[in-house]
């Protein structure tokens, strides 16, 4: 392509030897069109670089082959893998991608479905601030296109893709128990939303499986930044009786532990054990690297985007469906030699 | 907002009690509507939750309202900042943006741009994967709509934002050399694009004015993935006289090259110095810390926003605009303790 072409469909009618409204009929895929018919047009419009106007199209037929996705925060790391797996997904299909972050504000995530509707979006990918909310969740439910959930529960008519962050949970748990551990802090998210929920609930679990009573105190359930996570660290090492282990489990948060425990002059593997809650760089390449747990990110991106697709393509009501991926965890560094110390 | 409301224009008419003609003299801004029927037709919208179709609107006025950008990845974290700081002007500015990445293939940046005039995009902020290709330059020069280059030198007519990445790798490699070093290897990406052309301009020169021979084998330039620079490092450890220290200035590779430092059991500050050609988490929270060039990344989202939305607003010729942010050296860790050691 050099420049933008400007030939219209009166150039391309006028190349093939055509009608005007054969050459409509053609781009319309109207079942009328004999085949030499279609390669004429298709020939023409090739000669000529003749670009058919997106907006224009759209109007005649609703279809802007635009999705959209909404995520909290694009600098968010574990946030970009799942975008970037269903951007390869939408893009094959040929639809392009709008994305736009949420800050987890309710009032934008209805104001991006609004304009999401007006725009003639096909098809969104989301999260919801608030899994309780009816306003949000009655949006949800009736908005004009098909909706995939990612990472929330609570509208059982809606697609989703979910990781077991319950399983999760309880996994990091039961490693830092089986090191020695009773007093394990836990640094997690706001529980409105299902990973912090069922994160706080495998945490519990666990806790009641050990007969280990749980100090409320430990769990710390507000950080959605790494400023925050700094901050709740700080206070859990503050205590008189402070955690000997630490499971930063909200997303991508473990910088902000890691910044706070250098600033207490405490080293993670000697002065105290940790598990992150997400998997990245950091925790693998740490001195010592850390465990973590794990999921298949780039997966659930793919799923997410396939299903939506699917509902774009056949929007015959059918049975929601829910895709759940399994989590691990990824044991590393050297084991805590010992009981807790201070 | 509950549900997508339905009411059409008539219906806004009719409880306004308003001509149609009225109405939408309003909608579009008319100059000749009195304040009291804009407040009758403001009152009516809102009663009845009236959402004006955008895609309908757009056709009579040609404002899609929507700006794109294309990345070469999204799961870059230092390229998630800038977007992130842009899409927080476009937001505050009415614009929602439309996010692509092109995976710094030449075919993608051209098709990407013909979908974004399609689509009638009111503006592009991208780079491009070679600034010496004469179509990429021809089609971003004449494309129907502004654009804003990311960190991109060569096509002086179009308005750009870019860091002074040469000063940053003097920077860094006067660094190094001032701990004693003679042998960098320099792990960066490929040429084609300003910033590692620039990064590599800056080696040189420093070497120039220091009398140090360059040993070009030292230079590894393609590296656009973690993968890449995992492999350049290992290949660059492997030969005979291998060098004392490492420059890893490709943007966000940090963590192929401690992969590789690892599997070749050597400790960054221990048996090897580096500097990162980008700050990040991983960085600045490694043990020992690691010395990074740092740039303000969302000033550089705000000023490419800034600067397109400007050229939306006043579409009239006007000089092209460069704003050209500063990069500066972070030095961390424990200075390297003697001379080059094997």
């Not at 759940?324 to 009981?339: E, I, N, T």
């Amino acid at each position: 392509m050099t420049g933008i072409k400007k030939a219209t469909i009166r150039d391309v009618a006028a190349r093939a030897g055509l009608a005007l409204g054969t050459v409509s009929r053609v781009l319309n895929d109207h079942p009328s069109v004999t085949p030499q018919a279609r390669k004429s047009v298709q020939e023409a419009i090739k000669a000529l670089g003749y670009q058919r106007d997106a907006v224009a199209g759209s109007m005649r037929n609703a279809r802007t082959k635009m999705v959209a996705c909404a995520i909290r925060d694009f600098d968010i790391p574990a946030f970009a893998s799942y975008v970037k797996a269903a951007e390869g997904v939408f893009r094959r299909a040929g639809y392009t991608l709008l994305l736009a972050s949420t800050s987890n504000e309710k009032d934008v995530e209805l104001a991006l479905l609004r304009g999401f509707a007006q725009r003639r979006v096909e098809g969104v990918m989301m999260t919801m601030s608030d899994e309780a909310d009816a306003e949000l969740a009655e949006t949800i439910a009736g908005a004009p296109m098909p909706i995939v959930l990612i990472d929330r529960e609570l509208l059982p008519d809606v697609d989703r893709v979910m990781a077991d962050h319950q399983s999760g949970a309880e996994q990091a748990v039961q490693h830092l128990m089986s090191l020695g551990h009773r007093r394990i802090g836990m640094i997690v998210g706001d529980p409105a939303a299902y990973p912090s929920r069922s994160r706080i609930a495998g945490y519990r679990r666990v806790h009641a499986q050990r007969g280990v009573a749980v100090d409320e105190a430990l769990i710390r359930d507000h950080a959605l930044s790494n400023e925050i996570a700094f901050r709740e660290t700080c206070a859990l090492l503050s205590t008189a009786d402070r955690p000997t282990a630490l499971f930063v489990a909200a997303m991508d948060m473990l910088a902000g532990t890691l910044r706070a425990l250098r600033s207490n002059g405490l080293q993670p593997g000697r002065d105290i054990d940790l598990v992150a809650g997400s998997d990245s760089d950091l925790a693998e390449l740490g001195t010592p690297p850390i465990s973590a747990l794990s999921w298949d990110r780039a997966e659930m991106g793919r799923h997410a985007a396939e299903m939506l697709l699917d509902r774009i393509r056949d929007p015959q009501p059918r049975a929601p469906r829910c895709v759940r991926l399994p989590v691990s965890l990824v044991v590393r560094g050297r084991p805590y030699d010992g009981l807790p110390r201070r």
